[in-house]
């Protein structure tokens, strides 16, 4: 083995290794500057806390080929119209409860934990709810006592987490600015409720 | 000196030691993350078991951790294992590495127990600090955290000096990068942040990252170790296996992170960057079919450990089929929109996990009996003629390709049911739920659980017995290699 052709040596493939991470990694770090530019609330992809606010819908956009959280009309969320701390306040909460109740290992969350149980990440806009007058308190009220609620047909059910008044409040905050997100058209062809009065 | 044929610690060196209580915790973890995955999956065929008591989400959080730190168990282990040998010098700071063990199983306990009674808390910061981080996979609470990076601080010392006192191999340089990579890693899921798509991104890091980049080098590295040991392939050759499989495993996976990115609120450009090298992901797990088959097939399959071949050649096939194919049939971000969150993901991720991971970590667990005993013969007539490996791998795999086409079924229903007609809207996930190929699938994933659960059992019971009161030594692969082929080839094992 005095002399191997290059493609074959150790040193040749030692330095490839540690160029072709290196670059890798680059263009990732630079990749993620950007991203979390992108993606930090309030910029167009992922709104403002206080976009809970308003109405959200969920329209067809003709020149991506998919479905786009939309802004509508001002529909502050329990009637009260927030500032964006008092939204962030809230939204947080929701988020710090979902996370306490470990609501991912049963759910998903934009399509990511566990498929025991519906998605999250349109959950607002689901028709299940009935209309936009009754949503908000059965979310709440759901979300504090499910179990004895009707769920489906199956028999699986959500069981009492001892979810307080305002963590339920919160986690309806979460999910309403969770459904503002630009998810790039996931969930596909998801039918949403009828909002317009 | 020490005795053939009974367990005896004087046969191992100090890593060794240590590595066999890793390896004992491991496979207790093993057993824990098959008993929740089997009440998790019953819950699915019969929703008011012990609901209310162990409900789903915590059932499912103790069956996914245990699997992650049964894996890491076993990485560490095998570490251990390989350690003393590969650096030429004794494991530096073993006490503290033994410390480390009791500490990290004992706080491994306690967040099990924690999952198990406490389960959830107020939606507070305390709750992510002492009951339940709440993200998947890593839901150890913050306190367990900080626990681990002090222990991996500790593991990556004792590992970087040993081959520093010692000598760096190839081999030794890879690792000590790589795990360098892989704790670093783990910092960046240790944050709470009220955006999702934040949390989610940096989560990402440590999951993909994990499992489809430093993770498949580290098993590329005890791969290596395993075939030199096993078959005695010259370090040259692996060591050049190794760094191609480095260059191609981080050429496609680092990147290969955006089909994560495609639909958790980041930017369009991940749709083609993530679709791209994701669909490059299964190259290096065909060189590394090539490489483990072909240096079998070199040297006409002749091993000194017929369980370990077994399995790492059962690793070389599962990474490909599991990590690869499994993952390359929904990567893509055209099919990856009607298969994103359904069972397609959890068949993707129960093959890739056991081919990938728990395949070769039951290798070394094999290769760690045949020196616990005093270097015993474990090739063929083995008492029994070895039917307690041979179905214990047969059952162990067929449970766990059995489970994966179950889900399959379920997941193509739900992407086509749930997904592209309904819409994914709560009517619709319960629609086809109810379906009658969702139901059939779930039905077959517990029944292969079971079978798989068997080989468990199987599995336990072998590597209690396997090699007691065996006479025959090893032949050592290195003497065999000069026998089949006078080969002086065979001599340069060990030398760079």
């Not at chain 2, 370990?308 to 993952?327: D, E, P, Q, S, Y």
């Not at chain 2, 039905?443 to 059992?457: I, K, Q």
Request: charged share 15%; with cysteine; hydrophobic share 50%.
């Amino acid at each position: 083995m005095a002399t191997s052709p290059w493609w074959a040596s150790e040193s040749f493939w030692r330095k490839t290794a540690i160029w072709v991470t290196g670059v890798s990694l680059v263009v990732l770090i630079l990749l993620t500057f950007d991203s979390m530019r992108q993606i930090t609330a309030g910029s167009k992809r992922v709104p403002a806390y206080s976009a809970i606010n308003y109405r959200i819908e969920y329209k067809f956009d003709e020149k991506r080929y998919v479905q786009v959280p939309v802004r509508g009309i001002k529909e502050p969320l329990f009637g009260k119209e927030l500032s964006e701390q008092e939204a962030e306040a809230l939204v947080a909460k929701g988020k710090m409860t979902i996370q306490a109740k470990n609501c991912i290992n049963c759910h998903t969350l934009l399509g990511n934990g566990a498929y025991f149980a519906p998605d999250l990440t349109k959950s607002w806009l689901d028709p299940y709810w009935g209309s936009k007058e009754t949503r908000e308190q059965l979310m709440v009220d759901f979300i504090k006592d499910p179990s004895n609620k009707l769920h489906n047909a199956l028999g699986r059910r959500m069981p009492n987490l001892g979810v307080t008044d305002e963590e339920a409040r919160g986690v309806v905050a979460f999910l309403k600015w969770m459904s503002t997100i630009d998810t790039n058209g996931f969930p596909y062809n998801f039918k949403s409720m009828q909002q317009e009065n | 000196m020490a005795t053939t044929g009974v367990l005896d610690s004087a046969n191992l060196n100090g890593g060794q030691k240590l590595a066999a209580k890793y390896f004992i915790a491991a496979m207790i973890l093993f057993g824990a993350q098959l008993l929740f995955g089997l009440l998790a999956g019953l819950q699915y065929l019969e929703p008011d078991f012990l609901f209310g008591v162990l409900d789903f989400n915590v059932n499912r959080m103790v069956h996914i951790n245990a699997l992650v730190v049964w894996l890491l168990y076993g990485f560490l282990g095998s570490v251990y294992w390989l350690l003393e040998d590969e650096a030429g010098h004794p494991v530096v700071g073993l006490p503290l590495g033994n410390l480390v063990f009791w500490v990290l199983t004992t706080a491994v306990a306690v967040v099990v127990l924690v999952f198990l009674l406490a389960q959830a808390g107020p939606g507070e910061m305390s709750t992510i600090w002492f009951i339940n981080e709440g993200r998947e996979y890593i839901e150890a609470p913050r306190w367990a955290d900080i626990g681990i990076v002090v222990s991996v601080l500790v593991f990556f010392y004792n590992v970087a000096a040993t081959f520093t006192k010692g000598r760096y191999t190839g081999i030794g340089g890879v690792l000590v990068m790589d795990l360098l990579a892989l704790f670093g890693l783990y910092l960046a899921g240790m944050f709470y942040v009220t955006n999702v798509s934040i949390d989610q991104y940096w989560w990402w890091w440590v999951i993909h990252l994990w499992v489809e980049a430093t993770w498949e080098v580290m098993v590329g590295v005890i791969m290596a170790y395993g075939l030199m040991k096993t078959l005695g392939v010259r370090r040259r050759i692996v060591e050049t296996w190794l760094y191609i499989e480095v260059a191609l495993m981080f050429g496609s996976g680092i990147l290969g992170l955006g089909h994560h990115y495609f639909w958790i609120g980041t930017p369009e450009y991940w749709l083609t960057i993530g679709g791209f090298f994701s669909a490059l992901e299964p190259i290096p797990l065909v060189a590394m079919v090539v490489h483990a088959v072909f240096d079998a097939g070199v040297n006409k399959i002749k091993n000194s450990n017929h369980p370990t071949m077994a399995w790492l050649i059962a690793h070389a096939f599962g990474n490909f089929f599991g990590a690869g194919v499994w993952g390359f049939m929904h990567t893509l971000p055209q099919i990856n929109l009607y298969t994103h969150g359904t069972q397609w993901t959890a068949s993707h991720g129960h093959l890739a996990f056991f081919g990938a991971y728990a395949t070769i970590n039951i290798a070394f667990f094999y290769l760690a009996m045949q020196k616990w005993r005093g270097n015993v013969w474990m090739e063929d007539a083995l008492p029994g003629n070895g039917w307690k490996w041979k179905w214990a791998l047969g059952l162990l795999s067929m449970g766990t390709v059995g489970m994966t086409m179950a889900m399959l079924v379920s997941g193509y229903e739900q992407s086509q049911i749930e997904r592209a007609i309904e819409g994914s809207t709560w009517a619709g996930y319960f629609v086809a739920q109810a379906h009658p190929w969702f139901v059939q699938g779930m039905w077959w994933r517990e029944a292969f659980g079971l079978m798989t659960a068997a080989g468990y059992a199987l599995l336990v019971w072998d590597l209690l017995t396997i090699g007691r009161g065996e006479q025959r030594p090893m032949v050592d692969v290195q003497d065999k290699l000069t026998v089949l082929s006078g080969r002086a080839s065979a001599t340069a094992i060990g030398a760079t």
